[in-house]
Structures are given as structure tokens and as C-alpha cells.
């Protein structure tokens, strides 16, 4: 994969790490949710084409835009704020890795580094129906155009909980 330079350099501090081994919501619509755990961990295993490993998309399909998925602190608090739910740790937004001080929208078709590993960003990571459930009702809707990012994994490589700079 060619990398491109991304418009400016964005620091960024990798703040938590969640993995899940398999599926609460993705293929179960009209079916109760899972109950597969969603661990936060201090690092993990990014696999260059395939995902995390231990969580549920690693060789979900060959090119899946949805390798690794990223969302903002800041939105996670204005969220917190907005619904009064003070309960609820980001991994019950189903993303992997939540950073403060990125502009993640800015990166869908960039290609950045986060602690010296390449990432492509594909898209936004839509919300959707299931976050009413998971976090609160009104999740879904105050997340429109601000739910995260879908990226590819260019480079492996370990990503560490407390990182760094978002670089091009």
C-alpha cells in the first residue's frame, strides 16, 4: 500500500485500547445482542492486512476497511455530558483505540503514523441502532458524522496504551 503524506502533523495520545473476541451486534439484526467481552488492554498486536489480534474483525476479509477502528476522547466525553451517563466506559462504543487530540474525520483517505505505524484511513465509523443499547438512547444520533474512524493497517507493529504523535 503507497502511504501519502496527511495534511499536517496531529498529536495524538492513545488513551485506551479495547479488543473483543467475537460479535454483540454486527449480524444480529431482529436477534438479541452477544455478551462477548470487550477487554481493555495496554497494547496490541497490529497485523499489517489484517487487524488486531484477538479481536473479533482479525481476517474478517481480505481489504476490510474496518481493521482498526479509532475514536476521540473528546467526543466520548461530550457524549458523557450531553446523555448524563457517567456509567459506561468508552469500549461500550465497540471501537478499538480512543485517542485525545486528533481530528479523526480529517483523516478518512489519509494515510498517518501513530507511534510509527502506518495507518490508512478508510471512512467514518457510522453509529448505529446499537449504541442506543449499549451506551445510552441518543447515542446513535448525537454520533451522526462524529463516530469514529474505519482505517487499514499498513505497518505492523505493537500500539501502546499512553502513545504519541500522529505524524506524516
Known amino acids: 500500500m503507497e502511504l501519502t503524506k496527511t495534511p499536517q502533523s496531529i ?3 492513545v ?13 444480529h439484526h431482529g436477534k438479541p445482542a452477544d455478551n462477548h467481552p470487550r477487554v481493555e488492554v495496554d497494547q496490541v ?3 499489517a492486512g489484517r487487524g488486531l489480534e484477538g479481536d473479533r ?12 477502528t479509532f475514536f476521540a476522547m473528546e467526543v466520548y466525553e461530550d457524549l458523557c455530558r450531553m446523555l448524563g451517563v457517567f456509567d459506561k466506559t468508552p469500549g461500550a462504543l465497540g471501537r478499538n483505540v480512543f485517542l485525545r ?6 483523516l478518512i483517505g489519509v494515510t498517518f ?10 471512512k467514518e465509523c457510522s453509529p448505529c441502532y446499537w449504541m442506543d443499547q449499549s451506551f445510552g438512547p441518543g447515542t446513535e444520533a448525537f454520533l ?3 463516530g ?8 505492523s507493529g505493537i500500539l501502546r496504551r499512553e502513545g504519541s504523535d500522529i505524524s506524516p
Open 45 to 47: 498486536n497490529c497485523v
Open 15 to 27: 488513551e485506551h485500547i479495547f479488543l473483543s473476541p467475537g460479535h454483540n451486534f454486527f449480524g
Open 57 to 68: 474483525y482479525f481476517d474478517y476479509k481480505p481489504d476490510y476497511p474496518g481493521q482498526i
Open 11 to 13: 498529536p495524538a495520545k
Open 113 to 122: 503514523t501513530l507511534q510509527g505505524l502506518a495507518f490508512s484511513g478508510s
Open 144 to 146: 451522526q458524522g462524529r
Open 101 to 106: 487530540g486528533a481530528d479523526l474525520n480529517a
Open 148 to 155: 469514529g474512524l474505519r482505517a487499514r493497517i499498513c505497518t
